[in-house]
């Protein structure tokens, strides 16, 4: 027999794919607001107020020319979009800092539009304050996400956990005549649904995003009930609670514009700035962090090496629970001084749009939360101003840049490999 000798197979380079969500979605961008700037021209100045009276350094208003801001930002926006279509065509990373850059211009473009020749000056640093006033349920509530997931449970119940969170903490605030007991207990009433939660996902192994709808809607459904039966006649011994003031920082608090923004605010947010960085370093540099990355991604590989699967994830949800709380907290003990129905109003499906959109990381969907209180505080602004904006429109601009910045900004992601997976042991 004669061996046949195979030719060999040429190998090929296999070249990443085009990615287009990027330049695609950036393009949309500049389409509509090129047809929005143009379709309805507004000319004049908008003049932006950077100083609200409270540093002892005055800063005077700042005027900008809305034609000149429209046709340059629109320039540059082009370019941008020119050079992110370049870089997927070539298969190389076009920068974060394309899409930093074009969602920061092109909000400042749009504001200036929305500003010219309006009623009121645009007051930078009440609409800042206002953003973190908005974000901060919504960063606790994300944060809460992310070791949830982390730890491999679902938590679509983050607005279950915030609104019985601003429940509780109206009750046992008004009822202890003190804020930090509201704040308590806002932290059982996120542990509580917690606690639901993990139960049915962990020991009986129920589809957790069911049990995270079906927990909103009962958790809706019960204080909407409470507070009709319960509150509603006893308003001033069960809902009315005293509130956490601000407490202003000496000297940094002094600084323009981001001083009075972000030093001269209650205890709830001091905590928040405190809680973040406590997080993502316990997450990726203890033993903690390690332990609910591991049961999150290989539940097995934990368990081999002598990690109790179940039980972690079990306390990490309960965990996140008590943060979600917090956010909760923030509506009764610093917005207003007592509960009203559905007053999270979706909220905490826009904090777990934030854990997504931040990849599972605290800093980053902290950020994003941020981004998303900026866009509902947009409405605020533009409503005092007196902007040609509809009501309705503004109404609905913080999920239309929730759609746009989880589906168009995003790009690939890939949750923890085990998130939403329960664990049965062998």
Do not use: C
């Amino acid at each position: 027999m004669t061996a046949i000798a195979e030719a060999p197979v040429a190998t090929r380079s296999v070249l990443p794919p085009i990615a287009k969500k990027l330049p695609i979605t950036l393009s949309i961008a500049t389409v509509l607001l090129g047809a929005l700037f143009l379709l309805v021209p507004r000319h004049g100045t908008a003049v932006f107020r950077l100083d609200n009276g409270t540093t002892a350094l005055k800063i005077p208003d700042w005027s900008v020319s809305a034609d000149v801001v429209i046709v340059v930002v629109s320039i540059i926006l082009v370019l941008l979009t020119a050079w992110s279509w370049f870089a997927a065509l070539r298969r190389i990373n076009a920068g974060r800092w394309v899409a930093i850059v074009f969602a920061v211009l092109a909000v400042f473009a749009f504001v200036t539009w929305a500003a010219a020749d309006a009623n009121g000056q645009v007051p930078v640093v009440n609409m800042l304050y206002g953003s973190i006033s908005l974000a901060v349920p919504l960063a606790f509530g994300a944060l809460g996400g992310v070791i949830g997931e982390r730890a491999g449970v679902v938590n679509v119940a983050i607005e279950g956990q915030l609104l019985l969170g601003a429940f509780l903490g109206a009750v046992f605030g008004t009822l202890a005549h003190n804020p930090f007991f509201g704040l308590l207990g806002s932290m059982i009433g996120g542990m509580l649904v917690a606690f639901v939660l993990a139960a049915f996902a962990i020991k009986y192994l129920v589809e957790q995003v069911i049990v995270g709808v079906v927990l909103n809607v009962l958790v809706a459904g019960l204080t909407a009930f409470l507070f009709t039966i319960l509150l509603v006649p006893n308003s001033d011994t069960l809902n009315n609670t005293p509130q956490f003031t601000r407490i202003k920082i000496p000297l940094i608090s002094e600084i323009p514009v981001l001083g009075p923004v972000l030093f001269n605010q209650n205890l709830i947010v001091y905590l928040l700035y405190v809680t973040v960085p406590v997080v993502a370093f316990g997450l990726y540099r203890t033993r903690w962090g390690l332990r609910v990355r591991a049961v999150g991604e290989y539940p097995r590989a934990a368990d081999t090496v002598g990690i109790k699967v179940n039980p972690t994830r079990f306390w990490n949800v309960m965990l996140a629970g008590a943060l979600a709380g917090v956010g909760g907290a923030y509506y009764t003990l610093v917005s207003v001084p007592h509960f009203n129905r559905d007053m999270t109003n979706g909220a905490g499906f826009i904090a777990l749009a934030a854990v997504i959109f931040g990849r599972w990381d605290p800093v980053r969907a902290t950020l994003a939360a941020l981004l998303f209180g900026f866009a509902t505080n947009l409405q605020n602004t533009f409503s005092a101003i007196g902007t040609p904006v509809p009501g309705e429109f503004l109404l609905m601009l913080p999920y239309v840049v929730t759609l746009i910045a989880v589906v168009g900004f995003v790009g690939q992601i890939k949750a923890p490999a085990a998130d939403g997976k329960p664990y049965i042991k062998s």
